[in-house]
């Protein structure tokens, strides 16, 4: 498998992006946001909307995406972690052979600093971020605002 990696300095281009903010949303599933907000995260992780940044990997196969990690940097260093791991998702054809762990693997590398992240109780990748050495420390609570 091949890394790509996108950040302020590595730009993407539009049709990139859209290809990714259409995989994402595909192969999130259940556990995915709108594409709006997708598209938001990608924006943020390379520097379009911020000057904080983060990154994106993208693992290709035979040049097809086969994975997409985006990690955004939380600039709050000291009292909350660095980074926030906001999407991972493996094409659903390709799960199981790995692609997961090691892009994820490739994140850590690549994050400076802590990483925070967020997954449901019965999201099945939860096991892959216990097996890398995230543990689960908090609870999160959140106020909805309609």
């Known amino acids: 498998m091949k890394i790509q990696i996108y950040n302020s300095y590595q730009t993407i281009g539009t ?7 259409n995989f994402l949303f595909q192969h999130l599933e259940e556990f995915g946001d709108t594409k709006t907000a997708i598209e938001k995260a990608i924006d943020y992780s390379v520097g379009e909307s911020s000057q904080i940044g983060g990154f994106v990997l993208v693992g290709t ?3 097809k995406i086969a994975g997409v990690v985006v990690v955004n940097r939380t600039g709050m260093e000291e009292y909350i972690p660095e980074n926030i791991l906001v999407y991972i998702a493996v094409d659903a054809s390709l799960r199981g052979q790995g692609i997961g762990k090691k892009l994820m693997k490739e994140a850590v590398y690549m994050a400076k600093g802590n990483i925070a992240l967020h997954v449901e109780p019965n999201n099945p990748a939860k096991f892959l971020y216990e097996k890398i050495g995230f543990t689960n420390k908090y609870l999160e ?6």
């Open 15 to 21: 049709l990139e992006k859209q290809n990714l903010v």
């Open 61 to 63: 196969i035979d040049e």
């Open 141 to 146: 609570y959140r106020l909805i605002r309609s």
